[in-house]
T-cell receptor
Framework: DAGVTQSPTHLIKTRGQQVTLRCSPK?????VSWYQQALGQGPQFIFQ???????QRGNFPDRFSGHQFPNYSSELNVNALLLGDSALYLC????????????FGPGTRLTVL | AQTVTQSQPEMSVQEAETVTLSCTYDTSESDYYLFWYKQPPSRQMILVIR??????QNATENRFSVNFQKAAKSFSLKISDSQLGDAAMYFC?????FGAGTRLTVKP
């Protein structure tokens, strides 16, 4: 049984560009949450997708957007990249939006130059 | 607004000894989950232990146990018989809000 998978592992972009990160949830999970983890800090909740809709959102600008597909996989899009967007982006999946069932993926390291 | 505070940026413990990591939180909700996650240098976030707020009994998972004080909004993690593999960043979380983390070093 595959756990949560994320792609790509690493990504380098320049300021102003756009990026798309992908996440496949653990088998049996229908909810995907995205987090941003800056170096040396704890993860910050970006948003959560359930039933293909954004159900909850943290304190992130509209440059951060997402999508969930019918197979429950998800994408995180970031537009107009800033240097401060450099971070590890973690995807977590869960069942029925329940935080007690949450499993994390290995993350995507985004570097913005 | 929910907040999670970990006041110990770094902790150190001797192998086989016991260490306690502190966490305080604030929320207006009456029903919530609390978690301790471990993030080794390989960066995969792993759930260590979870506590449902309406359960008064403290959660235990092998060498890991918590001291949950709901009225004081405190949720500490005790690691007994510390092992070298316990070295990692430990994050306390309230539902989906995380603290800043505590880096645990285990000395042989």
């Amino acid at each position: 049984d595959a756990g949560v998978t994320q792609s790509p592992t690493h990504l380098i972009k320049t300021r102003g560009q756009q990026v798309t990160l992908r996440c496949s949830p653990k088998s049996g999970h229908d909810t995907v949450s995205w987090y941003q983890q800056a170096l040396g800090q704890g993860p910050q909740f970006i948003f959560q997708y359930y039933e293909e809709e954004e159900r909850q959102r943290g304190n992130f600008p509209d440059r951060f957007s997402g999508h969930q597909f019918p197979n429950y996989s998800s994408e995180l899009n970031v537009n107009a990249l800033l240097l401060g967007d450099s971070a590890l982006y973690l995807c977590a999946s869960s069942y029925d939006s329940r935080p007690d069932t949450q499993y994390f993926g290995p993350g995507t390291r985004l570097t913005v130059l | 607004a929910q907040t999670v505070t970990q006041s110990q940026p770094e902790m150190s413990v001797q192998e086989a000894e016991t260490v306690t990591l502190s966490c305080t939180y604030d929320t207006s909700e009456s029903d919530y989950y609390l978690f301790w996650y471990k993030q080794p240098p390989s960066r995969q976030m792993i759930l260590v232990i979870r506590q449902e707020a309406y359960k008064q009994q403290n959660a235990t998972e092998n060498r890991f146990s918590v001291n949950f004080q709901k009225a004081a909004k405190s949720f500490s993690l005790k690691i007994s018989d510390s092992q070298l593999g316990d070295a990692a960043m430990y994050f306390c979380a309230l539902d989906m809000r995380f603290g800043a983390g505590t880096r645990l070093t285990v000395k042989p």
